[in-house]
């Protein structure tokens, strides 16, 4: 007997698209810091933006099917998942994943045929980080180092990769950016871990949030959410227009009030939400501090 078939907008829920800005902001800061040392190519932009964007909902998909079919997901609070739910078969769910990592796998290619052949190894590694996170027999996301990986793919991977492909290079500045992108997106992971404490830990995922406990993971993601504006400081000297990354600060209060007060299980949920929009911000105004002061 077959199952039911999951509804459009089922699959839209399952590919997390609050999770986007974690794609878009390390290709908008990259670009940012690009284009204040060169002219950028902008088609090589658009498909590092592509990339990304597969990426992390490729990313999504496969989180899903990987914990759907370990039971994680059995009771959870958050985000639709579709295995877990059961609203789509765990084989449609990976086939998805896997078509998402494929789109990304081409344009990254097209970006190392144009720009460099070692950049195919990059991408080898980032897909690979994204499957294993949850995926194979020892996935990384239950060990703990989940919020690194993110810090790494979606920070400093993608936004220095961005920076070199458009503009053939990588500078300080570009370096700076990443680390400030990395921190936001790994607080996203921090705030979603913070959450989902009691549910992991019953079940074996044994993330750092589980490792650090409560108290622990809050002050991790509030001084993650600091580092941004570190290095708005330190970006400063290049121009004063960097002064615009702290027009993020009101969102980033906004994030932190729920994980300061001592907020849990859903009333943590919008701070996932609004700590994306932080990152946004933050890169939008910085990246264009950047590339037109």
């Known amino acids: 007997?077959?199952?039911?078939?999951?509804?459009?907008?089922?699959?839209i829920q399952g590919a997390r698209p609050r999770t986007l800005p974690n794609a878009v902001a390390p290709v908008?800061?990259?670009?940012?810091?690009?284009?204040?040392?060169?002219?950028?190519?902008?088609?090589?932009?658009?498909?590092?933006?592509?990339?990304?964007?597969?990426l992390i909902i490729g990313v999504n998909f496969a989180n899903d099917y990987s914990d759907g079919i370990r039971g994680t997901d059995d009771d959870r609070v958050g985000p639709m998942r579709l295995v877990g739910s059961k609203a789509a078969s765990p084989g449609a769910v990976k086939a998805a994943a896997f078509t998402c990592f494929g789109i990304g796998a081409v344009g990254g290619l097209a970006l190392a045929a144009t720009t460099a052949w070692w950049l195919i190894a990059v991408g080898v590694v980032c897909?690979?980080?994204?499957?294993?996170?949850?995926?194979?027999?020892?996935?990384?996301?239950?060990?703990?180092?989940?919020?690194?990986?993110?810090?790494v793919f979606f920070g400093l991977?993608?936004?220095?990769?961005?920076?070199?492909?458009?503009?053939?290079?990588?500078?300080?500045?570009?370096?700076?950016?990443?680390?400030?992108?990395?921190?936001f997106s790994s607080a996203v992971?921090?705030?979603?871990?913070?959450?989902?404490?009691?549910?992991?830990?019953?079940?074996?995922?044994?993330?750092?949030?589980?490792?650090?406990?409560?108290?622990?993971?809050?002050?991790?993601?509030?001084?993650?959410l600091a580092v941004p504006f570190i290095a708005t400081l330190t970006l400063v000297p290049v121009t004063t227009w960097a002064f615009a990354g702290f027009l993020a600060a009101p969102v980033a209060v906004v994030a932190v009030r729920p994980v300061a007060s001592g907020a849990r299980g859903r009333d943590l949920i919008p701070t996932l939400a609004t700590t994306g929009?932080?990152?946004?911000?933050?890169?939008?105004?910085?990246?264009?501090?950047l590339g037109l002061g």
Do not use: C, H
């Open 1 to 11: 007997m077959l199952g039911r078939v999951a509804t459009v907008n089922e699959w």
């Open 127 to 151: 897909i690979a980080g994204a499957w294993f996170y949850t995926g194979g027999k020892k996935p990384y996301g239950y060990l703990g180092f989940g919020e690194i990986a993110v810090f």
């Open 28 to 54: 908008v800061a990259g670009v940012g810091a690009a284009a204040r040392i060169g002219d950028v190519v902008w088609w090589k932009a658009a498909l590092a933006l592509l990339v990304a964007v597969a």
């Open 157 to 183: 991977v993608a936004v220095m990769g961005t920076q070199f492909v458009t503009v053939g290079r990588v500078d300080w500045v570009g370096a700076v950016a990443a680390v400030a992108v990395g921190s």
């Open 189 to 224: 992971l921090v705030a979603n871990n913070l959450r989902d404490i009691p549910t992991d830990a019953e079940s074996g995922k044994i993330t750092l949030a589980v490792r650090l406990g409560d108290r622990g993971t809050r002050g991790l993601y509030v001084f993650l």
């Open 277 to 289: 929009l932080a990152m946004l911000a933050w890169s939008v105004a910085t990246g264009l501090a």
